[in-house]
């Protein structure tokens, strides 16, 4: 029996590892460990003042913290009755788009391309291919200063509240952004046409079509909604979020695991292009026309090109969402009306459907309940895994333990990993 | 000979080591100045050896991770906190020593054994080993982290700030929020690097850079009684990020105040 064993993923945001038990060729177990020692966050926040939630929640997670803000205020303004003005909403949709574009580049340039070009790391990869690594790293700066210039700060930015923003951005700062966004749009169409030429391995193809979920956005391809589809045109509202994810723990991970109607589903990137890929626009449009095919619904690995056409899509959406931020003065921040209730709240966060639920009496929570991307995605990232590993045992060991590590790193987890760190233990 | 640096993560958001990521200008250019010997979130090919500097993120939650820090502290010369999390615990700790984690620990996972690892209440990273110096922060900034990074790979004892946000507030001369505005701001008590900037943009500090030494937080209490807040409101407003040093400095405030 032999055992591939992956202790410390290296690259990662968080703490995780795999162990994959082969027997022969046959794959006995698959299991994703996440060891990423436990908060209690959902906890913490009982008895917390409403106003008090934000302050904690965006601290979940240093690489979504927009996304961790923005569900919370959408719930709790819900929950309090609160409506905001229309720039506000254009505000919020920028600073989510900031965080997308950011979190999709550093996945995309930094974590999985050496993969597809077969390099350990950016680093041994920047003497071949520099202008892309160059292009990847300036559309990173750039998400950090759209996140800086709506939030404060590039990490846990207090300025987005309840009701409003603390202030709000100089003209000439926008301008700034909207100049940068135009000046990307070309390199990064450069980028597209470069990685589109790839081929994508097949190895770790299903048979079937995976199970997609994301927010419905509207008539526009976004990252807010109030409802989900659902693969297979089904669509349910935010509400049931227990239903759609029916979490539950399993003894070898500190994050929960999630499953609708008894099967693994996939969040992300990859799932937003295949409900909404018609919904995008432009050059991101174009090359959803050129690029995408059947192969997307059956293989996670095209992740990394989801997340490429998003970056697209956002550089070209910015300069028109700030013209229209321009139009409108800046409002007053919105008191609520009321100080007890209870509502869901949800984002595309850059990994997924982000759920935020609170129940609150007098101001203070007495319920809370976040339900994070990456525990959706753990379940769907094992049985790949299991995919991969038999195709693989199937032609050449060689190799294995990278190909399992690309698996898992497609999904882009808080726990996204490097090739460097296996361990294979024989029995 | 070039400095060995190590720098790890344990339980948090990984924003602390972010920060040191997002600064990539700065990064080749500090860090070609020293040998980076292990950051297994920014690189790979880490080795384990002996440190002249070690620089830690995250609390310790976990007995993996408090066998891991002693570990680590055994083989460093000098061992740095950074961030609220490392250094007093950070939002993990806010209700230290209250006695309910067990309960806590139930109501998110319910009474399913998770085999991996035995848990038990978030410390800070000197609960566990000697620490030479603290970057507080939530998150740090790169600033004060190059800083002390500079100082320290040349043998110079790194100067921190140790005076409050309310002066740095000050210095921009913003209009005072927990004066002028009856807002509860708790610059006055929150250690200063952050460039007062939630303050800047109108929004009290909510003291995520942990307590000042010295802080006055007899005198916050008082204001704060007086703009209407509960005793116990306020007193969980002040140990949101200060953990195990906000746990001591609010311990006799009911008591005596009220």
Redesign the interface.
């Known amino acids: 029996m032999k055992k591939i064993k992956i202790d410390?993923?290296?690259?990662?945001?968080?703490?995780g590892g795999i162990l994959v038990t082969i027997d022969g060729n046959r794959v006995e177990e698959v299991k994703v460990?996440i060891?990423?020692?436990?908060?209690?966050?959902?906890?913490?926040l009982i008895?917390?003042?409403y106003k008090?939630c934000l302050?904690?929640v965006p601290?979940?997670?240093?690489?979504c913290?927009l996304s961790h803000r923005y569900a919370s205020i959408r719930a709790l303004e819900r929950a309090l009755g609160v409506s905001v003005k229309k720039k506000v909403l254009l505000m919020r949709d920028l600073m989510l788009l900031g965080e997308i574009i950011e979190s999709n580049a550093l996945h995309v340039f930094v974590l999985a391309l050496p993969d597809f070009f077969g390099f350990?790391?950016i680093?041994e990869m920047l003497q071949e291919h520099r202008e892309i690594i160059m292009t990847g790293?300036k559309i990173k700066?750039f998400g950090?200063l759209v996140m800086k210039t709506t939030s404060?700060?590039?990490?846990?930015?207090?300025?987005p509240?309840i009701g409003g923003?603390?202030?709000y951005p100089l003209n000439k700062e926008l301008n700034e952004i909207k100049r940068k966004a135009n000046e990307l749009v070309p390199m990064a169409v450069n980028a597209v046409e470069f990685l589109s030429s790839v081929k994508v391995p097949n190895f770790c193809e299903g048979k079937e079509k995976i199970t997609f979920m994301c927010l419905n956005s509207g008539e526009e391809f976004g990252f807010v909604g109030d409802t989900v589809l659902i693969s297979r045109g089904e669509e349910r509202n935010v509400d049931e979020y227990e239903n759609l994810t029916n979490e539950r723990?399993?003894?070898?991970?500190?994050a929960?695991r999630c499953t609708y109607k008894e099967k693994t589903f996939t969040v992300g990137a990859i799932a937003r292009v295949n409900l909404l890929g018609e919904r995008l626009k432009g050059e991101s449009f174009k090359y959803f026309k050129k690029m995408y095919n059947s192969r997307w619904e059956k293989n996670p690995l095209f992740n990394s090109y989801a997340q490429l056409l998003e970056i697209l899509f956002v550089l070209e959406k910015i300069p028109s969402l700030i013209d229209e931020i321009k139009r409108f003065k800046n409002p007053e921040i919105e008191i609520p009306e009321k100080v007890s209730g209870r509502a869901t709240g949800a984002v595309e966060a850059p990994r997924g459907t982000l759920y935020h639920h609170y129940d609150l009496e007098n101001g203070i929570i007495i319920k809370a309940y976040i339900i994070t991307p990456t525990d959706q995605n753990l379940d769907e990232m094992e049985r790949f895994l299991r995919i991969a590993a038999e195709n693989l045992l199937k032609k050449s060991k060689k190799d294995i333990d990278s190909k399992l590590e690309m698996v898992v790193r497609a999904y882009d987890p808080c726990i996204s990993c490097?090739?460097?760190?296996v361990k294979v233990v024989h029995k | 000979m070039k400095k060995k640096i190590g720098i790890y993560?344990?339980?948090g958001?990984?924003?602390d080591q972010?920060?040191i990521i997002?600064s990539?200008d700065k990064l080749l250019t500090f860090f070609d100045k020293a040998e980076i010997v292990s950051f297994?979130?920014?690189?790979?090919?880490?080795k384990e050896c002996e440190l002249d500097i070690a620089f830690i993120e995250?609390?310790?939650?976990?007995e993996?991770?408090r066998k891991r820090i002693i570990e680590i502290r055994e083989r460093t010369n000098i061992l740095v906190p950074m961030g609220a999390c490392a250094c007093f615990g950070?939002?993990?700790s806010?209700?230290l020593g209250d006695g309910k984690y067990k309960e806590?620990?139930e109501?998110?996972?319910?009474k399913?054994?998770?085999?991996?690892?035995t848990?038990f209440e978030?410390q800070p990273i000197n609960a566990f080993v000697k620490v030479d110096f603290c970057i507080p922060g939530?998150?740090i900034s790169a600033r004060q982290f190059f800083s002390v990074f500079t100082k320290l790979i040349n043998d110079f004892r790194p100067v921190l700030y140790s005076f409050p946000v309310c002066t740095e507030c000050k210095w921009h001369e913003n209009l005072c929020l927990l004066i002028e505005k009856n807002l509860p701001c708790l610059g006055p008590i929150t250690r200063a690097g952050c460039g007062a900037?939630?303050l800047?943009?109108?929004?009290p500090c909510?003291g995520?850079w942990g307590p000042v030494d010295e802080a006055n937080v007899a005198y916050e209490f008082k204001l704060l009684i007086e703009q209407g807040f509960s005793p116990e409101?306020i007193i969980?407003?002040f140990r949101?990020f200060g953990g195990k040093v906000s746990q001591k400095l609010v311990k006799n405030l009911i008591g005596k105040y009220v």
Not at chain 2, 40 to 46: E, G, Q, Y
Not at chain 2, 58 to 62: D, E, K, P
Request: with cysteine; hydrophobic share 30%.
């Open positions: 410390i993923l290296s690259r990662v945001e968080g703490h460990n060891y990423e020692g436990p908060r209690l966050i959902e906890q913490l008895g917390k003042d008090e302050n904690i601290r979940i997670c240093a690489i913290t350990p790391s680093t790293l700066e950090n404060a700060r590039m990490i846990h930015g207090e300025n509240i923003f603390g202030k723990v399993v003894s070898h991970s500190y929960k490097s090739a460097h760190l | 993560g344990f339980t958001c990984a924003g972010l920060t997002h990539e297994s979130m920014a690189k790979s090919n880490n995250g609390s310790i939650t976990t993996e991770q950070g939002i993990q806010m209700k806590r620990y109501k998110v996972y319910g399913k054994k998770i085999t991996i690892d848990t978030s939530c998150p900037i939630c800047d943009h109108s929004i909510v995520c409101a969980k407003k949101m």
